[in-house]
């Protein structure tokens, strides 16, 4: 019998990880075709070879999204499997017509076929959408179990942007580790927090040989957290997994994919934001965990915000900026860095539209609907550069930013700027430390 033919719909992360596990080594299947969304700058390249396998002396090639009905039937493609993530239910199922009106079959993998199984206890965190706080419920969760003497290895969702086969496996310790493996904006915002707090982080393309080094990590590995990305499902398989739900977008939680499955599949389901969130959404979410998950442990959360130099917000027209991938497929209006304009007493938020340069322009014109901010897009330099000169431009008085790291760090940001940092705290009981006492006593970590 012929190999099935397959494309893979994907956003270089869990797409390549669908190949990896399910379809690498398996001759019933040929992988003709990588599609690409989302991240800039992937489609017109190729999973390597050295990753790709035996099956793939010449690697597979990664074409454009908008390519997808074409390669269906230029390829012959029997199957497209769907592998990216944060994409509402009606643009799935309207992908998933078009790859039915081409000729193939549409399909979406679950967790039993591509969850690896781990030698270390995992704790996973995700999301029901971009933006919700889970990097921040992820940092919550190291300082807990470290606290309680435990060595946590960090494992985040992939974002390989540079050169795939560089990127198999990298390992963080330092922050001039960051430097080392030429990350992106996007990938120091994950990866600096975890080092600042002292704990090593992975990341990469083969999850596999990830686990595996960060199960023998030589600082020592007691817990593996999974520090989720977008609203995927984790790709190793949780002994606690912990959904991070946003009532400043109630009904979400039932109407993206695949944030659903993050929801239903969690033992404690956090309902963050309610300190600026309005009552009647928060109950919209606590009825919709109650309906699809009415055996998960709640705990309710505020997202606390602290500002290092108030004196640069207060009476000043201030410019925002945020996390860039919150705004875009997030599709969040307001952030930390609003909550902190309104809060320190800003007289204006600088709409930055009209001064944007470059891919920064792009970034406006593909996401229409972000607010009264500038997205920290920052997926290579060049995306880094059109930031620096977009800030240059806006007539503000000061820079307020909002996004995990220190940006002017690694852009030059020639204005008074303040950073505003935001961090998980528990309301009331059950909180983290409970629930994740329970979790060591019965893993023994």
């Known amino acids: ?33 990588f599609t690409a969304a989302q991240i800039p700058d992937i489609a017109g390249r190729k999973y ?36 990216y993530s944060d994409i509402s239910y009606s643009t799935v199922m309207g992908i998933g017509a078009k790859v039915n009106a081409a000729g193939a079959d549409f399909t979406l993998l679950g967790y039993k076929a591509t969850m690896l199984k781990s030698t270390k206890p995992v704790v996973a965190v995700g999301a029901v959408r971009t933006g919700c706080g889970k990097s921040q419920t992820s940092r919550r969760v190291a300082e807990a179990l470290m ?50 707090r002292g704990n090593v982080i992975y990341a990469g393309v083969d999850y596999e040989a990830i686990l595996r080094a960060a199960e023998n990590d030589p600082n020592g590995c007691d817990v593996i957290l999974w520090d989720g990305g977008n609203n995927d499902f984790p790709f190793y398989r949780p002994d606690l997994m912990i959904t991070v739900t946003d009532p400043h977008r109630p009904g979400h939680e039932l ?30 979410v606590r009825n919709n965990i109650a309906r699809v998950n009415p055996n998960a442990t709640i705990i309710e959360a505020a997202s606390t915000i602290s500002v290092d130099k108030p004196e640069i917000i207060r009476g000043k027209r201030v410019l925002v900026i945020e996390d860039g991938p919150t705004l875009t497929h997030g599709e969040m209006k307001i952030g930390a860095g609003v909550v902190a304009a309104k809060r320190f007493g800003a007289s204006d938020i600088v709409d930055p539209k009209a001064y944007a340069v470059g891919t920064l322009e792009n970034t406006y014109r593909t996401y229409p609907n972000i607010g009264t901010l500038l997205p920290a897009m920052g997926y290579g330099e060049q995306q880094m550069r059109d930031l620096s000169a977009t800030i240059e431009k806006t007539p503000c008085d000061s820079v307020i930013i909002a996004t995990p790291i220190d940006l002017g760090r690694v852009i030059d940001i020639g204005k008074p700027n303040t950073r505003v940092e935001y961090s998980l705290q528990e309301i009331g009981r059950p909180n983290m430390d409970d629930v994740l006492a329970e979790f060591v006593a019965e893993h023994h970590a």
């Open 147 to 196: 606290a309680r003497g435990l060595k946590v290895i960090a494992i985040r969702h992939p974002m390989p942007y540079g050169d795939l086969e560089a990127q198999k496996v990298q390992r963080f310790a330092t922050i001039e580790d960051l430097t080392k493996h030429h990350c992106t904006i996007e990938e120091m915002e994950e990866y600096e927090p975890h080092i600042a």
């Open 1 to 33: 019998m012929d190999a099935k033919k397959i494309i893979i719909i994907g956003a270089a992360g869990r797409d390549f990880h669908n190949f990896n596990t399910v379809y690498r080594d398996n001759p019933a299947y040929s992988v003709v075709a």
């Open 255 to 284: 109407s993206y994919y695949p944030g659903e499955v993050t929801l239903r599949i969690a033992d404690i389901v956090v309902i963050n934001k309610i300190d600026s969130a309005d009552f009647d959404n928060i109950q919209i």
């Open 48 to 83: 390597p070879a050295s990753l790709a396998g035996s099956l793939y002396p010449d690697g597979i090639p990664i074409y454009a999204q908008d390519d997808l009905e074409r390669l269906i039937k230029e390829l012959d493609a029997d199957e497209c499997v769907f592998s």
